[in-house]
């Protein structure tokens, strides 16, 4: 019988719950299950609820999805939000210290500190998470040895006795559950036959980002954004690379455009709240022809909105974003594999076209952990600079018209004199009011779109090549839209996927190829307005006919893709 299981772990922001999410997962990877892990937190520092959703199956997961098999509750908060959720076979385990009212009938283990460790007083927290940690192990059926040696590894450097405490309590959890959930058994899971990784999607880009020669990164902490700073920052020195934490995001900006113009490969990014400062910037990245990789990670607003939400709110900002035209990219992964190889895909269209170039990502996708392979990550990773090197011969011009729109590119300081202006300017790079030399130069510019789009597709699809009903989407809606797909099949329903991670310049051709067969085209998208929809309207005349929205802040589920598609004809 097929393994598919949801745990979810609840508590008050400070209580320990991602203490417990990270040595569970990491324990049922190494075991062989396939995991993957959602975030759901509030903006509040301390209290507030917040709650992960391990999902362990026998076969690739590429979504979470609803329901609770197992709930651990650290507070009394989390056991009345969630008990509802709770399967026909489910078991809760529970801070007895602070939950005092549990659902009757019900499976459950009691965990008090005074029984895990007994004797210590103020290790209570400690207790009581590592508690958590070997019941869960025992209500699955698994070796809890492997849980061990990790909860040693984490806690070695607070020394002995922290380290005894947890091997303590998570030994006496264990015992505690073991026998109690024999319907939750993962004990017919095979070893993996090689390594597995646990990763998040934006450890993945930032990885993708390193691998493809990041030498700069300059940014402003912003939920979801800062993951990707504090991903390459606890890599930095292994890898040499220069972070900045700007003061704000027009400084940050600027950091970047400024290393990027000396040289090197630079990165900022932010969420939609501080991009809205950098837009002034992103003009004279796009006037100057300076290539830079920006992340936009995007969150429910206007404003501040729901600062530690998800969203795909943004794709029109980004699109649009600064005066008059010029080009850009723009890129959205669905998983942390597309995160890592479109990272790197960026670096070389930024260098290739001389433009600013797009990672759009949101906190589904910068949170959400997947279980994935070394293979299914590219081996190796092309770095194209696109420097002209060596003497050069009579005057250089850094904006000569080509037909291709892309000018030679040198570096300051390494032969002929560079000359960059933020003003209109002619092809040696000085300012002019030339009304005829304005119209070439923005026509140059604007050609490297019809070069770049050649090099953009981006297409994932799933299901029969000719069902009539097909579910397009966008970056991280990837995962959900592919498991309703599934779903839809299985029921002997035809069904399509048809996912999108390359938006601009919009590849109409491959898109419209796509979606020839479709009859019944259902859009899926994390937005009000349906803002790829419009797009793809703009760019192939191709309308959806139907639109599955959400805009509450939580990520899709298959259940609420397959729910919005009940009494469409």
């Given at each position: 019988?097929?393994?598919?299981?949801?745990?979810?772990?609840?508590?008050?922001?400070?209580?320990?719950?991602?203490?417990?999410?990270?040595?569970?997962?990491?324990?049922?990877?190494?075991?062989?299950?396939?995991?993957?892990?959602?975030?759901?937190?509030?903006?509040?520092?301390?209290?507030?609820?917040?709650?992960?959703?391990?999902?362990?199956?026998?076969?690739?997961?590429?979504?979470?999805?609803?329901?609770?098999?197992?709930?651990?509750?650290?507070?009394?908060?989390?056991?009345?939000?969630?008990?509802?959720?709770?399967?026909?076979?489910?078991?809760?385990?529970?801070?007895?210290?602070?939950?005092?009212?549990?659902?009757?009938?019900?499976?459950?283990?009691?965990?008090?500190?005074?029984?895990?460790?007994?004797?210590?007083?103020?290790?209570?927290?400690?207790?009581?998470?590592?508690?958590?940690?070997?019941?869960?192990?025992?209500?699955?059926?698994?070796?809890?040895?492997?849980?061990?040696?990790?909860l040693k590894e984490t806690f070695r450097a607070k020394?002995?006795?922290?380290?005894?405490?947890?091997?303590?309590?998570?030994?006496?959890?264990?015992?505690?559950?073991?026998?109690?959930?024999?319907?939750?058994?993962?004990?017919?899971?095979?070893?993996?036959?090689?390594?597995?990784?646990?990763?998040?999607?934006?450890?993945?880009?930032?990885?993708?980002?390193?691998?493809?020669?990041?030498?700069?990164?300059?940014?402003?902490?912003?939920?979801?954004?800062?993951?990707?700073?504090?991903?390459?920052?606890?890599?930095?020195?292994?890898?040499?690379?220069?972070?900045?934490?700007?003061?704000?995001?027009?400084?940050?900006?600027?950091?970047?455009?400024?290393?990027?113009?000396?040289?090197?490969?630079?990165?900022?990014?932010?969420?939609?709240?501080?991009?809205?400062?950098?837009?002034?910037?992103?003009?004279?990245?796009?006037?100057?022809?300076?290539?830079?990789?920006?992340?936009?990670?995007?969150?429910?607003?206007?404003?501040?909105?729901?600062?530690?939400?998800?969203?795909?709110?943004?794709?029109g900002f980004v699109l649009w974003a600064g005066q008059?035209?010029?080009?850009?990219?723009?890129?959205?992964?669905?998983?942390?594999?597309?995160?890592?190889?479109?990272?790197?895909?960026?670096?070389?269209?930024?260098?290739?076209?001389?433009?600013?170039?797009?990672?759009?990502?949101?906190?589904?996708?910068?949170?959400?952990?997947?279980?994935?392979?070394?293979?299914?990550?590219?081996?190796?990773?092309?770095?194209?600079?696109?420097?002209?090197?060596?003497?050069?011969?009579?005057?250089?011009?850094?904006?000569?018209?080509?037909?291709?729109?892309?000018?030679?590119?040198?570096?300051?300081?390494?032969?002929?004199?560079?000359?960059?202006?933020?003003d209109e300017h002619t092809p040696d790079g000085h300012?002019?009011?030339?009304?005829?030399?304005?119209?070439?130069?923005?026509?140059?510019?604007?050609?490297?779109?019809?070069?770049?789009?050649?090099?953009?597709?981006?297409?994932?699809?799933?299901?029969?090549?000719?069902?009539?009903?097909?579910?397009?989407?966008?970056?991280?809606?990837?995962?959900?839209?592919?498991?309703?797909?599934?779903?839809?099949?299985?029921?002997?329903?035809?069904?399509?996927?048809?996912?999108?991670?390359?938006?601009?310049?919009?590849?109409?051709?491959?898109?419209?190829?796509?979606?020839?067969?479709?009859?019944?085209?259902?859009?899926?998208?994390?937005?009000?307005?349906?803002?790829?929809?419009?797009?793809?309207?703009?760019?192939?005349?191709?309308?959806?006919?139907?639109?599955?929205?959400?805009?509450?802040?939580?990520?899709?589920?298959?259940?609420?893709?397959?729910?919005?598609?009940?009494?469409?004809?």
């Open positions: 019988m097929p393994i598919d299981l949801n745990i979810l772990i609840g508590g008050a922001a400070g209580q320990g719950v991602h203490a417990i999410t990270l040595p569970l997962a990491k324990t049922l990877v190494r075991r062989g299950c396939q995991v993957l892990f959602i975030q759901s937190y509030e903006s509040r520092i301390r209290g507030g609820h917040l709650f992960n959703v391990i999902r362990v199956a026998d076969k690739p997961l590429v979504s979470s999805r609803e329901g609770v098999d197992i709930l651990v509750a650290l507070n009394q908060e989390t056991a009345a939000l969630h008990q509802g959720e709770l399967s026909r076979d489910g078991v809760i385990i529970y801070d007895a210290s602070l939950v005092k009212e549990v659902p009757a009938g019900r499976p459950s283990v009691a965990l008090r500190h005074e029984d895990l460790i007994p004797g210590e007083a103020k290790a209570g927290e400690v207790a009581v998470n590592a508690g958590a940690c070997g019941a869960l192990l025992g209500l699955l059926q698994v070796p809890l040895g492997p849980m061990l040696e990790l020394g002995a006795q922290v380290v005894e405490w947890n091997v303590q309590a998570a030994t006496r959890g264990y015992e505690l559950a073991a026998g109690k959930g024999a319907a939750l058994s993962l004990a017919g899971i095979p070893a993996p036959p090689e390594p597995r990784l646990l990763i998040s999607g934006h450890d993945a880009l930032a990885l993708g980002a390193l691998a493809a020669g990041l030498q700069f990164i300059s940014g402003y902490p912003m939920t979801p954004w800062s993951s990707v700073l504090n991903a390459v920052g606890q890599r930095a020195g292994r890898y040499g690379v220069v972070v900045e934490q700007a003061e704000d995001e027009i400084a940050a900006i600027n950091m970047a455009l400024g290393a990027s113009y000396a040289g090197v490969r630079s990165m900022t990014g932010t969420s939609g709240g501080g991009f809205c400062l950098m837009t002034e910037a992103l003009g004279l990245t796009a006037m100057t022809e300076t290539p830079l990789v920006i992340v936009e990670a995007m969150r429910p607003g206007p404003s501040t909105g729901l600062p530690t939400r998800t969203s795909q709110g943004d794709l008059d035209d010029f080009p850009r990219a723009i890129l959205a992964p669905g998983t942390p594999a597309q995160g890592f190889a479109l990272a790197a895909k960026a670096f070389n269209l930024a260098d290739r076209y001389q433009l600013p170039v797009f990672l759009q990502t949101d906190q589904a996708f910068a949170d959400t952990h997947f279980t994935h392979t070394a293979a299914e990550f590219p081996k190796q990773v092309e770095i194209d600079r696109s420097l002209e090197t060596g003497p050069a011969p009579g005057e250089y011009e850094r904006y000569a018209f080509t037909d291709s729109g892309v000018s030679p590119r040198r570096l300051p300081g390494f032969g002929p004199v560079v000359v960059a202006d933020s300012l002019t009011e030339d009304l005829t030399v304005r119209v070439k130069m923005h026509d140059k510019r604007l050609r490297k779109l019809q070069t770049m789009v050649k090099e953009l597709g981006g297409i994932s699809t799933a299901g029969p090549a000719d069902a009539p009903l097909v579910l397009a989407c966008w970056g991280s809606s990837y995962g959900p839209v592919a498991e309703a797909v599934e779903r839809l099949n299985a029921d002997k329903v035809p069904a399509r996927l048809v996912h999108m991670s390359e938006l601009w310049p919009f590849p109409r051709d491959v898109v419209s190829a796509a979606l020839a067969e479709a009859k019944k085209l259902v859009m899926v998208e994390m937005n009000a307005s349906g803002q790829l929809n419009r797009l793809l309207r703009q760019e192939t005349g191709i309308t959806a006919n139907h639109l599955i929205l959400k805009y509450d802040g939580a990520p899709f589920t298959p259940e609420f893709i397959l729910r919005g598609l009940k009494g469409i004809g």
